[in-house]
């Protein structure tokens, strides 16, 4: 104990050398602002890069861990479009996650149920809603930037 | 009908229709009619941002070293943009507000109009970015005969509609000398005129907007001018908003839910309906022309722009329940906007401008044993 005092009353001698002397060193202060010449910024890719659709495969089961109940997998619902395309959707937060991670491309742009850009036609089946989503929906339409499926279906998008 | 601004009669709230019932007294959201209206009001409150959070340091000198084609591109874009919002600023509350009869969509159409001011706003911040002189900008936009045109076609709809609209207020319907000139006021008429100025608005937000946004993120897709595509990725945020809200009011009346007369009258202008939308997309084509006249840009040029005006109409007048108008396009030809146009990527806090991860108020509180490495006892 008394060698850990006596070592740090070495080390607050050591550190005389640092005193308030209203020298600032030889930088000089700066006043002019500093514009960006973007020199630095040459050959980055643009920002969007940098945003967060899902950056795992969403069908991945670790991709949205969930409580495993024994003897009782997730569901698999089959998911048919009217092209005659079929995926399955098992593991994704939501049916438009699913269908991106199987390379169908849907039209989005909120992702969250206002935009209705993702709006498709529900021809079979029936699919459950996370949250109610404000865009228009006619009564045969779903989002499905906000829905899962709750049976296999069949959508035209 | 004059208008009043506490209506004393006594009736129930929520019997009324939209517009054209009884004028608007207290202003209560417990029980809605059209719930939809005050779920608008909510998110488009949690939207809330102003352009001064958005550093564009870096766009002045990207602008100063664009080549003079992309600054013509760019400015003219902007000239637009200005115009679009100066009109949605006022526009909706001026037309509507006298008109309307349910305390939560008042509220909703006073909520969108100020959303607008703030893209004007935004406006100014960036113009003032990129040149010495705003004037120079701001006053082409009443001069230049092609931003003119377009302010006519953006405008004509509310215009009538509203010079009908302050007769029925100071005369209410019948026919009136007004001037020496005969003016006939029917509630039919009106109730026409306020469909037609709804699905302009719709076209002029769902349509003209996102052709504009499209050549915003044509310049940031490259790296370039991207304080000013973060503003414009909030604005189309709040957009996406507005559309959906018209989309609505203008479903809302198709289907004479609280008014049977406006079924009707929609039934009867679906041709005039295809019309606007149609003609929008021909402006919007016609703009496009004028836009790349000098020169196209990297990653877009007239014709991708032209398809685009049309996969947007197809998609905007579908969503409205009316077949397409260009079946022939089906994929959309700039599928890099939609990333742009994701909200999830939308956060600004003003310590933060670079990232648009950031969560304001959020805490870091993960700790790693190599943070305390300088850590000396």
Same mark, same amino acid.
């Given at each position: 104990?008394?060698?850990?005092?006596?070592?740090?009353d070495?080390?607050?001698?050591?550190?005389?050398?640092?005193?308030?002397?209203?020298?600032?060193?030889?930088?000089p202060?700066?006043?002019?602002?500093?514009?960006?010449?973007?020199?630095e910024?040459?050959?980055?890719?643009?920002?969007?890069?940098?945003?967060?659709?899902?950056?795992?495969?969403?069908?991945?089961?670790?991709?949205?861990?969930?409580?495993?109940?024994?003897?009782?997998?997730?569901?698999v619902?089959?998911?048919t479009?009217?092209?005659?395309?079929?995926?399955?959707?098992?593991?994704a937060?939501?049916l438009?996650?699913?269908?991106?991670?199987?390379?169908?491309?849907?039209?989005?742009?909120?992702?969250e149920g206002? #935009?209705?850009? #993702?709006?498709?036609?529900?021809?079979?089946g029936?699919?459950?809603?996370?949250e109610e989503?404000?865009?228009w929906?006619?009564?045969?339409?779903?989002?499905? #930037?906000?829905?899962?499926?709750?049976?296999?279906?069949?959508?035209?998008? | 009908?004059?208008?009043?601004?506490?209506?004393?009669?006594?009736?129930?709230?929520?019997?009324?229709?939209?517009?054209?019932?009884?004028?608007?007294?207290?202003?209560?959201?417990?029980?809605?009619k059209?719930?939809?209206?005050e779920?608008?009001?909510e998110?488009?409150?949690?939207?809330?941002?102003?352009p001064e959070?958005v550093?564009?340091?870096?766009?002045?000198?990207?602008?100063?070293?664009l080549?003079?084609?992309?600054k013509?591109?760019?400015?003219?874009?902007?000239?637009?943009?200005?115009?679009?919002?100066?009109?949605?600023?006022?526009?909706?509350n001026?037309?509507?507000?006298?008109?309307?009869?349910?305390?939560?969509?008042?509220?909703?159409i006073?909520?969108?109009?100020?959303?607008?001011?703030i893209?004007?706003?935004?406006?100014?911040?960036?113009?003032r970015?990129?040149?010495?002189?705003?004037a120079?900008?701001?006053?082409?936009?009443?001069?230049?005969e092609?931003?003119?045109?377009?302010?006519?076609?953006?405008?004509?709809?509310?215009?009538?509609?509203?010079?009908?609209?302050n007769?029925?207020?100071?005369?209410?319907?019948?026919?009136?000398?007004?001037?020496?000139?005969?003016?006939?006021v029917?509630?039919?008429?009106?109730?026409?005129?306020?469909?037609?100025?709804?699905?302009?608005?719709?076209?002029?937000?769902?349509?003209?907007?996102?052709?504009?946004?499209?050549?915003?993120?044509?310049?940031?897709?490259?790296?370039k001018?991207e304080?000013?595509?973060k503003?414009?990725?909030?604005?189309?945020?709040?957009?996406?908003?507005?559309?959906?809200?018209?989309q609505?009011?203008?479903?809302?009346?198709?289907?004479?839910?609280?008014?049977?007369e406006?079924?009707?009258?929609?039934?009867e202008?679906?041709?005039?309906?295809?019309?606007?939308?149609?003609?929008?997309a021909?402006?919007?084509k016609?703009?496009?022309?004028y836009?790349?006249?000098?020169?196209?840009?990297?990653g877009?040029?007239?014709?991708i722009?032209?398809?685009?005006?049309?996969?947007?109409t197809?998609?905007?007048?579908?969503?409205?329940?009316?077949?397409?108008?260009?079946?022939?396009?089906?994929?959309?030809?700039?599928?890099?906007?939609?990333?742009w146009?994701?909200?999830?990527?939308?956060?600004?806090?003003?310590q933060?401008?670079?990232?648009?991860?950031?969560?304001?108020?959020?805490?870091?509180?993960?700790?790693d044993?190599a943070?305390?490495?300088?850590?000396?006892?």
């Amino acid at each position: 104990m008394s060698a850990l005092l006596k070592k740090q009353d070495d080390d607050s001698q050591t550190a005389d050398g640092f005193e308030l002397t209203g020298d600032a060193g030889e930088q000089p202060f700066e006043l002019e602002p500093v514009i960006p010449d973007g020199s630095e910024r040459a050959g980055e890719a643009p920002r969007q890069t940098e945003f967060f659709l899902p950056e795992q495969n969403p069908e991945q089961p670790e991709a949205t861990p969930q409580i495993e109940f024994e003897g009782m997998p997730r569901p698999v619902f089959g998911v048919t479009l009217h092209d005659g395309r079929q995926v399955a959707f098992q593991n994704a937060a939501t049916l438009l996650e699913s269908l991106e991670a199987q390379n169908i491309e849907v039209h989005y742009q909120c992702r969250e149920g206002y #935009c209705g850009s #993702c709006r498709a036609q529900l021809l079979e089946g029936s699919v459950h809603y996370h949250e109610e989503p404000m865009a228009w929906l006619n009564d045969d339409e779903i989002l499905p #930037c906000c829905c899962i499926p709750k049976s296999d279906i069949k959508i035209k998008l | 009908m004059a208008y009043t601004t506490f209506n004393r009669n006594e009736f129930d709230t929520f019997q009324q229709p939209m517009f054209f019932g009884e004028h608007v007294n207290v202003a209560r959201y417990d029980i809605q009619k059209h719930k939809i209206f005050e779920n608008l009001i909510e998110k488009q409150l949690s939207f809330f941002w102003r352009p001064e959070e958005v550093d564009l340091a870096n766009d002045r000198k990207d602008f100063i070293d664009l080549p003079e084609h992309e600054k013509h591109i760019f400015v003219s874009n902007l000239k637009y943009q200005t115009l679009l919002d100066s009109v949605q600023g006022r526009s909706p509350n001026i037309a509507f507000l006298p008109v309307v009869s349910l305390p939560e969509l008042e509220t909703w159409i006073e909520t969108w109009s100020f959303s607008e001011t703030i893209h004007s706003r935004s406006y100014t911040h960036i113009v003032r970015n990129i040149v010495p002189n705003p004037a120079e900008i701001f006053d082409d936009i009443t001069k230049n005969e092609y931003i003119v045109r377009r302010a006519i076609s953006v405008t004509q709809y509310y215009d009538k509609f509203i010079e009908l609209s302050n007769y029925y207020q100071q005369l209410g319907e019948g026919t009136h000398k007004v001037n020496g000139e005969t003016v006939e006021v029917t509630m039919r008429e009106l109730k026409r005129r306020l469909y037609l100025t709804m699905v302009s608005v719709n076209v002029l937000e769902a349509i003209r907007f996102y052709v504009s946004f499209a050549c915003s993120f044509a310049f940031a897709e490259r790296a370039k001018m991207e304080g000013n595509a973060k503003i414009i990725k909030l604005i189309a945020r709040d957009e996406a908003l507005h559309l959906t809200g018209t989309q609505h009011m203008l479903q809302i009346m198709a289907r004479g839910k609280d008014d049977a007369e406006f079924a009707d009258i929609a039934e009867e202008c679906r041709d005039d309906v295809v019309r606007i939308f149609a003609e929008a997309a021909q402006q919007e084509k016609d703009w496009a022309e004028y836009l790349f006249k000098d020169g196209s840009m990297i990653g877009l040029n007239k014709d991708i722009l032209c398809q685009y005006v049309e996969y947007i109409t197809n998609q905007r007048i579908a969503a409205l329940g009316f077949e397409q108008i260009f079946p022939t396009i089906k994929n959309n030809p700039l599928p890099w906007i939609n990333a742009w146009l994701n909200s999830d990527n939308v956060q600004v806090a003003p310590q933060e401008a670079e990232i648009s991860s950031y969560l304001v108020g959020a805490i870091d509180s993960e700790i790693d044993t190599a943070d305390l490495g300088d850590f000396d006892l």
